[in-house]
């Protein structure tokens, strides 16, 4: 047993044995992953996962990223839930050879405290991390915010529209509050549900209604619906909340009545009820906001290291001391390209926890060129077979491995994620700003390449 679940039970009382023999019961029966892949993102660890789905002795977890480690108390999903998104003992018990488990979330690399929690709860387990030329990785990162900030705006116009939000609003009123999530699902807009920022604005519907909590369901939905719905009368002026007898009209009206919801003036309150809905932005260019983080990094390390001989830690552990020192990191796809891309930093973090034995290290390019060598060394890492891929994964003009990847995690794409080859090329930097993003990166890189013993002379460097 893990020490965070032990630690978790201690911590309950003595009312709640039932729930402790869950747990101690979810760990005897549940495999815990003993490979994870920990990033950094978008270095193609959705393309090895969908490698390693081929692998006869690997599974994987129900979602491609579970973000066990790298959440705090409060959001953190849970020892069970995350125990419950792997395979079963019995399975492993009815398979003919046996299989390791495994999760990919590319966001704890750059998580300050994942490393620490993995080596807690799964000491034994081994670690990939996938590194890319921190630019091309950098270019990937915005390319994917643009299209989540798209499907935001698009997602916004959707709630704009009164015809949606009354199809919206008779859904709400026939699920009624109970299993809120499925029947959303089952009745709303189509144009909302099938739309990639859809699940976000279910999640914020839950956190509203957990927050008004009455007795009643019914009660507590009526009450939401009044507070983020409103009628506005056809002069524009005179905003009203919604009928307080919404569900009784609704159940009560025979269909040749007077519908009670008019298409023509019932509005939805974005700004009160979905705030979150708005939040991603671009802010600026791509080059604009990778020359100010860089600025803002290298005045913290004037400030707090001035013995450096440079603006670039001189040593792996200075750069582990730097990120500490100077970066407060940001989840999910964030505006902190620069960070993400200081690879050094974050693996040294990380080998302070875990043993550099457990841990492997890929490069982008080698494991889209050398695939099949690539997983083999996998393997090798990981002590089980080599096995020969099927060809078609590996060609980027075939869509074998996209749709491995959508047969196992169909929503995944939803999120903005492309196969890297599939998006658009852009040139996103003048030549005298790509000369200062190589400039800053070069040391970082250094610092890598002397810590794995392995350089990459394809990435920009400063004789380009």
């Not at 909302?192 to 209604?209: D, P, W």
């Not at 008019?262 to 509005?267: A, D, E, G, I, T």
């Amino acid at each position: 047993m893990s020490r965070g679940v032990e630690a978790e039970i201690a911590m309950r009382t003595q009312n709640e044995y039932t729930r402790f023999d869950v747990v101690r019961g979810a760990l005897e029966w549940r495999c815990l992953p003993s490979l994870i892949i920990i990033g950094a993102q978008k270095c193609g660890s959705t393309a090895l996962t969908g490698f390693l789905l081929h692998h006869s002795q690997l599974r994987f977890g129900k979602h491609k990223e579970l973000h066990y480690f790298d959440k705090n108390e409060s959001q953190c999903m849970g020892t069970i839930p995350y125990l419950l998104a792997f395979p079963s003992t019995q399975q492993t018990l009815s398979s003919p050879l046996p299989f390791a488990t495994s999760e990919a979330t590319p966001f704890y690399l750059a998580a300050t405290h994942s490393c620490q929690r993995i080596t807690e709860q799964l000491p034994h387990a081994k670690i990939i991390v996938l590194v890319r030329d921190p630019i091309e990785r950098a270019k990937s990162e915005y390319s994917m915010k643009e299209r989540r900030v798209e499907a935001q705006d698009e997602f916004s116009t959707l709630l704009r529209s009164p015809k949606i939000i009354k199809r919206l609003v008779e859904c709400l009123v026939q699920v009624g509050g109970r299993n809120l999530t499925k029947g959303l699902n089952d009745c709303g807009p189509r144009e909302l549900v099938s739309n990639a920022k859809f699940s976000l604005f279910k999640a914020s519907i839950l956190r509203q209604l957990r927050a008004i909590h009455t007795s009643s369901t019914l009660i507590t939905l009526t009450e939401w619906l009044r507070k983020c719905f409103i009628t506005r009368k056809s002069s524009g002026k005179d905003d009203n909340q919604l009928d307080s007898s919404i569900f009784q009209k609704f159940f009560m009206q025979q269909e040749d009545e007077i519908d009670p919801f008019s298409p023509r003036n019932l509005f939805f309150k974005t700004n009160t009820c979905y705030p979150e809905g708005s939040r991603e932005r671009l802010a600026g260019s791509l080059a604009q906001v990778l020359l100010d983080e860089i600025s803002y990094y290298e005045s913290c390390i004037q400030t707090h290291f001035p013995h450096w001989p440079t603006l670039a830690p001189p040593t792996p552990n200075d750069a582990a001391k730097f990120i500490s020192t100077c970066v407060h990191v940001r989840t999910g796809i964030s505006i902190q390209y620069v960070y993400r891309g200081l690879y050094a930093a974050q693996l040294q973090r990380c080998q302070n926890y875990i043993p550099q034995s457990n841990i492997l290290v890929l490069e982008n390019h080698n494991l889209r060129t050398k695939t099949q060598s690539s997983l083999d060394s996998i393997a090798d890492f990981l002590g089980i077979d080599h096995v020969s891929y099927d060809t078609k994964l590996f060609d980027s003009t075939s869509d074998a491995l996209q749709n491995a990847i959508r047969t196992k995690y169909p929503t995944f794409e939803k999120t903005g994620w492309r196969l890297q080859g599939t998006e658009k090329e852009r040139e996103y930097f003048k030549p005298s700003v790509l000369s200062q993003l190589v400039s800053f990166f070069a040391p970082h890189n250094e610092l890598l390449f002397s810590m794995i013993q392995e350089r990459f002379d394809h990435w920009y460097s400063i004789t380009d």
